[in-house]
């Protein structure tokens, strides 16, 4: 190790922040060896050996958007042959479905659809709550939540409070990109700007709901903006706690407007998962979202911080879209092996982190 180095080291050792310039120096460094010890040493002061997973479902209402972000193969316009938009008794069957599988969550995200009124998405989750209040709602992104606040005039606090009223239980982390306007305005000028999506967030953590937050990296961002991000997230989990997960998303550029971009090397994703988990010292999970890393990179990321595999997911559109060489669902004996063959423990949780069962 190196002298910046060790005493990075010592830092994390002694439990002392890690500042900006050390977050760069990590990313300019090339001994990966050293920044995988010390953020499995921070994953296994967290969590030792075990690997977190659910059994969730998956549901995306609807592809209709008018956001129209330069990263995102999901979104299209309503007269196209492959848009669809689910009625509130087809989300409900969608999620009916699965309740025999042994899910303990439904994961709800949609597109910013340009006609359906607020109603609709409540409906949605009253409907699933009120026939199965037993399985946990983790829905819509700081972007909806943003975007239904648009279209009714309602504040973030009222629209938060009609959901979680209709049985919304926490939100998923997704929307946040990268948090630095000049990158919104270049790759998606149509949704809520950094403030607005970080303001949701605070609000559902001052309303008790918990959330998760991610990163969209590997398209026009630097590493500058990569550590403003994590450190952005940091002081809102400083000042008003409520993130259980960050989740780093790496960019899947197929049938994007950025195709021309290429794919992260896994040494990236790998890299970029180890300084999450040592500049995020306040969020206890890091996860390595299995459908996008592929099943390698999120068996090597244990050694590199993550401690979180996500779910059984069943049907993912979003990453798929774009490109996602993975299956769309994946069975939880799958999930347990895998986890098992990296040399961890799998542990089922509940979306709240509750302990199900240990394999
Ligand atoms: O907000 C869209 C990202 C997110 C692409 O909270 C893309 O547990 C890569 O946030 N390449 C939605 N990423 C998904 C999401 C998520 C997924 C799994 C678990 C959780 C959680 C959250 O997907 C979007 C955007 O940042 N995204 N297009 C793309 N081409």
């Known amino acids: 190790m190196d002298r910046k180095m060790l005493e990075i080291a010592d830092k994390v050792k002694n439990d002392i922040r890690l500042s900006r310039e050390d977050g760069l120096y990590l990313y300019s460094c090339h001994d990966l060896l050293s920044i995988g010890e010390l953020a499995r040493y921070k994953k296994l002061k967290v969590s030792g050996d075990n690997i977190f997973f659910n059994v969730n479902r998956h549901i995306n209402l609807s592809n209709i958007c008018v956001s129209k972000c330069q990263f995102c193969a999901f979104g299209l316009e309503k007269n196209e042959s492959t848009a669809y938009l689910m009625t509130t008794d087809q989300a409900f069957e969608y999620g009916a479905q699965a309740v025999n599988l042994g899910i303990t969550e439904f994961h709800i995200v949609s597109a910013l659809h340009p006609d359906m009124p607020f109603d609709y998405y409540v409906e949605v989750i009253k409907r699933l709550h009120d ?68 303001n949701v967030h605070r609000t559902a953590h001052q309303l008790g709901i918990k959330t998760n ?113 993975t299956k769309k669902g994946i069975t939880k004996a799958e999930l347990i092996s895998l986890v098992k063959e990296a040399g961890f423990v799998p542990v089922e949780r509940d979306t709240l982190y509750n302990i199900i069962k240990e394999y």
């Open 131 to 198: 026939a199965y209040p037993h399985i946990h709602i983790q829905a819509f992104t700081g972007v909806e939540i943003h975007y239904f606040a648009q279209i009714t005039g309602l504040s973030h606090r009222e629209i938060l409070q009609a959901l979680k009223e209709a049985g919304l239980g926490s939100m998923p982390g997704g929307g946040a990109e990268i948090l630095n306007d000049n990158i919104r305005n270049r790759l998606c000028p149509n949704k809520a700007r950094s403030d607005e999506w970080l």
């Open 213 to 325: 937050c991610t990163m969209l990296y590997g398209h026009v961002e630097t590493f500058s903006d990569r550590i403003d991000h994590l450190i952005s997230l940091r002081t809102l989990q400083d000042q008003d706690p409520g993130f259980q997960s960050f989740i780093p998303l790496p960019f899947l550029p197929d049938n994007t407007r950025l195709s021309n971009l290429k794919r992260t090397t896994a040494l990236d994703d790998i890299k970029t998962m180890a300084i999450s988990r040592l500049m995020l010292d306040n969020i206890e999970h890091i996860k390595a979202f299995w459908v996008m890393l592929g099943i390698d990179v999120a068996q090597l990321s244990f050694n590199f911080g993550a401690d979180d595999i996500d779910g059984t997911v069943v049907e993912e559109k979003i990453m798929h879209a774009a490109g996602a060489a």
